[in-house]
């Protein structure tokens, strides 16, 4: 684990999982860390060098002042960090949902960045997209979320209870839990907090989806095709952002949600490698 401090004094970290062949960086969505991968990078250990990069608040990262500066612009530099601390470039990357889209943007402020991309659900918006007024159900969602838990496996149970962690592979939700908790007198507190995940929901980036078609690196953008309520969103930009891409080809992926990294670690990671390997 390697803690790779920006110029704020905030740190992002790399975990190094280890594997043969030319380096993989997997980046996670809004909330999660690198652990929402445990079950894709078995898979991939045999043809790749696998390493996972917890975004500042999220995972084995510790806030240092609060509240927290979620500008995308650390996250892109966190990304940049991540590459050189791996020591090779251009590599391939793996990205869901805000983990994604942080992978394009790094690659438009810094092209060659990247070999291949696979992207699953990356959450984009045009710049003519129009936010409505107030705050998005999962703002007030993530403002509510209980942060305490007598233990892992509290929270792990707990989790499992509903929709959209309970559509997922249990080996996935309990090393999401694990690498995003910390011990307390009383039991375990998530180091995400809830106000980091809403202020990230409520202060996304339009981009000016043009420019994405300055990206020469190949790229998929995968779609998950049981779309759930209230969250359509991400599936619904990803045929837009894979058309706007000059390289860019939509994968669509029956039965799977946009928490499908975790629901499926066999069939991502078969997409994955069918993509970085041709």
Same mark, same amino acid.
């Given at each position: 684990?390697?803690r790779?401090?920006?110029?704020?004094g905030? +740190?992002?970290? @790399?975990?190094?999982?280890?594997?043969?062949?030319?380096?993989?960086? @997997?980046?996670?969505?809004?909330?999660?860390?690198?652990?929402?991968?445990?079950?894709v990078?078995?898979?991939?250990?045999?043809?790749? +060098?696998?390493? =996972?990069?917890?975004?500042?608040?999220?995972?084995?990262? $510790?806030?240092?002042?609060?509240?927290?500066?979620?500008?995308?612009?650390?996250?892109?530099?966190?990304?940049v960090?991540?590459?050189?601390?791996?020591?090779?470039?251009?590599?391939?990357?793996?990205?869901?949902?805000? =983990?994604?889209?942080?992978? #394009?943007?790094? %690659?438009?402020?810094?092209?060659?960045?990247?070999?291949?991309?696979?992207?699953?659900? /990356? *959450?984009?918006?045009?710049?003519?997209?129009?936010?409505?007024?107030?705050?998005? /159900?999962?703002? @007030?969602?993530?403002?509510? $979320?209980?942060?305490?838990?007598?233990? *892992?496996?509290?929270? #792990?149970?707990?989790?499992? $209870?509903?929709?959209?962690?309970? %559509?997922c592979?249990?080996?996935? #939700?309990r090393?999401?839990?694990?690498?995003?908790?910390? /011990?307390?007198?009383?039991?375990?507190?998530?180091?995400?907090?809830?106000?980091? %995940?809403?202020?990230?929901?409520?202060? =996304?980036? /339009?981009?000016?989806?043009?420019? @994405?078609?300055?990206?020469?690196?190949?790229?998929v953008? !995968?779609?998950?095709?049981?779309v759930?309520?209230?969250?359509?969103?991400?599936p619904?930009?990803?045929?837009?952002? !894979?058309?706007?891409?000059?390289?860019?080809e939509?994968?669509?992926?029956?039965?799977?949600?946009?928490?499908?990294?975790m %629901?499926? =670690?066999?069939?991502?990671?078969?997409? #994955?490698l069918?993509?970085?390997?041709?």
């Amino acid at each position: 684990m390697l803690r790779l401090k920006g110029q704020d004094g905030e +740190h992002c970290v @790399l975990h190094n999982f280890g594997g043969g062949g030319p380096p993989l960086l @997997l980046t996670h969505g809004n909330g999660l860390n690198s652990g929402m991968w445990a079950t894709v990078i078995p898979h991939l250990q045999n043809h790749r +060098h696998c390493y =996972g990069l917890d975004f500042r608040g999220h995972g084995a990262s $510790r806030v240092q002042k609060s509240p927290l500066d979620v500008d995308r612009t650390h996250l892109v530099q966190e990304i940049v960090a991540a590459v050189a601390a791996i020591g090779e470039k251009p590599i391939d990357a793996v990205g869901h949902s805000l =983990g994604g889209a942080t992978l #394009v943007r790094a %690659e438009l402020e810094n092209p060659g960045l990247f070999r291949r991309l696979w992207l699953f659900e /990356p *959450v984009m918006v045009p710049n003519t997209h129009m936010r409505p007024d107030g705050d998005h /159900p999962l703002v @007030l969602a993530a403002r509510r $979320r209980r942060t305490d838990f007598s233990s *892992v496996e509290e929270f #792990v149970e707990r989790l499992q $209870r509903k929709p959209p962690f309970s %559509e997922c592979e249990t080996a996935a #939700v309990r090393a999401y839990a694990e690498l995003g908790s910390l /011990p307390t007198d009383t039991g375990i507190q998530l180091s995400c907090a809830g106000e980091t %995940e809403a202020q990230i929901f409520s202060t =996304g980036t /339009p981009t000016d989806f043009e420019s @994405l078609r300055t990206i020469t690196a190949p790229t998929v953008v !995968a779609r998950g095709e049981a779309v759930a309520p209230g969250n359509e969103l991400p599936p619904a930009m990803a045929q837009p952002i !894979a058309e706007s891409l000059a390289y860019g080809e939509l994968l669509p992926m029956p039965g799977l949600t946009h928490f499908g990294p975790m %629901e499926n =670690g066999r069939s991502v990671s078969q997409a #994955v490698l069918s993509h970085m390997l041709s």
